[in-house]
């Protein structure tokens, strides 16, 4: 045991983040907020059948994090397909940029950004090619 198998982001405005997630990423969202007892919505990131896992999005109990602070946790970094057009659809949906695309060389390029609720995710596209 100790494979990662669910992930939670801590939101305040949970419409302003469905949104986010749901038009950047194409998730989905279940309401299991009955299970959790506060407003909690499972978030389905892809098909079972293919590589990653699902996660939620919870409402937040305590401050928000402030612009410039440290890293408080876990960067969930979501595969993508094409990284300038996924980088575009994160800006013009509200996020913003927290460090540049940077070449993983012969692997992949990497990036971080922050969502409207101020959490920082990182997105990934493979390619052998990157230096």
């Known amino acids: 045991m100790g494979r990662l198998v669910h ?27 009955d299970y959790a007892g506060m407003p909690y919505f499972g978030a389905v990131t892809d098909e079972a059948a293919e590589l990653g896992i699902n996660g939620a ?14 890293l408080n946790g876990y960067a969930c970094t979501m595969g993508v397909e094409d990284y300038d057009s996924t980088e575009a659809k994160i800006i013009e949906h509200g996020g913003k940029l927290a460090q540049p695309k940077y070449a993983l060389p012969g692997m992949a390029w ?10 920082t995710f990182g997105i990934h596209q493979p390619d052998k090619n990157a230096k």
């Open 7 to 33: 992930f939670e982001i801590h939101v305040d405005d949970m419409e302003r983040a469905k949104k986010f997630y749901g038009d950047v990423f194409g998730w989905t969202f279940e309401d299991w907020s």
């Open 110 to 119: 990497q990036g971080y950004y922050v969502d409207p609720e101020g959490n």
């Open 57 to 70: 999005l919870m409402q937040r109990r305590g401050a928000s994090p402030q612009p410039g602070q440290a």
